[in-house]
């Protein structure tokens, strides 16, 4: 969309033009017999802005699509006006993407595994799988270092592909070994349930073996197809968490619903204990929760021992952080053919 001869502050003028364009394909229009409604996201740029030369009308695209990318990653309907900043931000993020494409095709990520602690008795009940990025230059990455990324170029499909097929062959390899997988949204495409299902079969390890975790954010109302592969899972014997618990908005009907077998305190609420109140009554309030729908309960983020005594005074199963062990690689954790360390 092309706007000429705008009064008084171009910048202004454009970005209220915007605003009237996203409102005007907001509004409701009938299709099939049905009332749909859409959305859109807008880009602006301005062109001679602040009285320099007129750019050509190829640079003045190009702002306006990386300001249209911009308004696309700030969520449904934004409009977000063209700045200098922005171009080396999109060029950022494209090579962050290229970096972890190939990534994926040197095999350079990889998984390690953090212990999931027994609060009674000290003793290590299970891990869970966390991706790392053995980059040639920059060392050993995280994932909120490279995750965020993979998510918004849709590379976390298949990141999550790979943690997973790492996570089968260590069960198979290691029969004494129960091991939680995160699992991003899009996973659950109709498709996922049997993919899990298929290579525990092929490889003769226990459903039971495997628990599936989803950040509770992901659960969405009235998501029938995430629903239908909890059920297939869970028939299959295997076990599902949430995680990252408290931090979401999902309605306690899901716990009902679903088939859940455990809730995994985010680790936000375990840092102030046990001086921060707050943190005290929601740590209490999940823990009672879990309790009354017979859940298995896991606290993430355990530093020190007086978190630990305070969570297990509570009435916490498990807990899992640094105070326990750091996520290491396989080799740090099952040094030898038999079972854990």
Known sequence: VVVDGLSGSAEAA??????????AVRA???????????GAGVGVAVAGRGGGRAPDALTVLQEAGTALAAAKASGPGAVRLFRPGMREQALGRLRAENDLRRALERGELEVHYQPVVRLADGERVAFEALVRW??????LLLPEEFLPVAGECGLDVTVDAFVLEVV??????????RVAVNTCAR???????RE???GLRRRGVDPGRLVVELLEHSLLAGDTTTTRELAQLAAAGVRVAIDDFGTG?????????????SLKLDRSFVTGLPGDADADRIAAAVVGLARGFGLAT??????????????????WESAQGWFFGAAAPEEHWFPGAGGPA
């Open 168 to 177: 089968l062959d260590l069960l198979q390899r290691r029969p004494a070994a």
């Open 28 to 38: 409701p229009v009938r299709a099939g017999g049905q009332e749909v409604r859409c």
């Open 187 to 193: 996973r659950f495409d109709g498709t996922f349930a």
């Open 14 to 23: 454009a970005v209220e033009t915007a605003h009237r364009l996203a409102g």
């Open 249 to 261: 908005y999902s309605a306690l009907s899901y716990l009902h619903r679903l088939p859940v077998t």
């Open 196 to 198: 899990v299902v298929d």
């Open 298 to 315: 896991v606290a993430e983020g355990v530093e020190d021992a007086a978190q630990a005594a305070h969570l297990r005074a509570q009435g």
């Open 134 to 139: 053995r980059h040639p230059r920059r060392g």
